[in-house]
């Protein structure tokens, strides 16, 4: 199995870096050869969207490091989501009843500073062998609840056509009816790779729908370049779904956050997912607090429409799963049957449930 080379189209070193940005103090200072965290990696078309002169530009916050990521909290680690605990055959993450992720590759085509999956990415594990993949498959064959299977990572799409192809024919052999959702950043980080010989053999496998799963964070990410990539999973009847990650300093802004949502939309992309984001060690700046993400929530579900809104969610500590988080409208049942809520404008209204003598409208 392998990946993909793009070394001649990233920029990997802190002077490569230094002759895009003049460097802040808190960027300067991160210790750009420690193996032990996530390097720098920004591929040459997400760079040239960022804004050089503007250090707290919303792309750059999101790639460059910064020496903020050394700090420690006490609730923070490395695995927040428990998925070790959860691991079957090493790189089978079984955590959800109904599916199930598989760890692909540690390698991405963009390392982003808020990354949850630290204790993998870029580790040098490389594109999972032949027999974790055909453990993970027998795995699946064997759990029939499992009805959808996540290909993650890393990113999948790092990975080259070939091997790409037999790993999804693994799967399919023994569950033809198994959805699978490719996650991945690359429409973003890397539109040139989506192409059309890509397409065309992920189509082979129609046995069972694909979803791809794509994360835009800022409505500058959504390039002519990236749209034309999702567009052609689209146009052959692969449906794309955006995973937001809310990010201070990014996107913790209700315009921004509306502008993004009615783009994703316009350009056929459903917002899945407004994540706030994992207790992971290093990424506390990035973070935004709570209380501040339900006031977006509450505030875009007045702007925006059913279609274009995402689930503001939560995915909790110690393998605790995705909960939603919403400003909640029910107050209370005054009484019997009527309950009392509360609309967007702070108006409150009222709901009567039916009468509890329903016999005349029981079937015989």
Known sequence: MRAIQYTKTMIDTKEQLMERLTLT?????????????????IPHHFMEL????????????????SVRESEREEMASLDPLAEVAHS????????YQSRAAFLTTDVCAIH??????????S?????????????????????????????????????????????IRAFRERRPDLVIRLCTRVPAALPSRITDDLIAMIKRFDTAPFFVMVQFNHPRELTSEAIG?????????????????????????VDVLQQLCNMLVFNRIKPYYLFQGDLVEGT????????????????????????AMPTYAVDLPQGGGKVPLTTNHLIKEVRQGVWEFRDFD?????YCDPPTDQSSSTPH
């Open 25 to 41: 103090a808190d960027e300067e200072a991160f210790d750009y050869t420690d193996t032990a965290t996530l390097p720098l990696k």
């Open 50 to 65: 960022i804004d050089a002169d503007d250090p707290t530009d919303p792309l750059r916050r999101q790639v460059v490091p």
């Open 88 to 95: 079957n055959g090493g790189r089978l993450i079984h955590r």
């Open 112 to 121: 982003c500073r808020h990354c949850f999956r630290r204790r993998f990415t």
């Open 123 to 167: 580790t040098a594990q490389g594109v999972a062998s032949q027999e974790e993949i055909d453990a993970a498959a027998r795995y699946v064959e064997t759990h029939r609840q499992i009805t959808e299977l996540l290909f993650t990572g890393g990113d999948v799409l790092t990975i080259a056509d070939k091997a790409l192809e037999a790993m």
């Open 229 to 253: 990539a999702v567009a052609r999973f689209i146009d052959n009847g692969i449906p794309a779904m955006n995973q937001t990650v809310l990010l201070r300093g990014v996107n913790d802004d």
């Open 284 to 307: 506390a700046h990035l973070r935004v607090p709570i209380k501040r993400g339900l006031e977006l929530e509450a505030e875009l579900r007045k702007r925006l429409s059913g279609l």
């Open 346 to 350: 702070g108006e409150r209204r009222y």
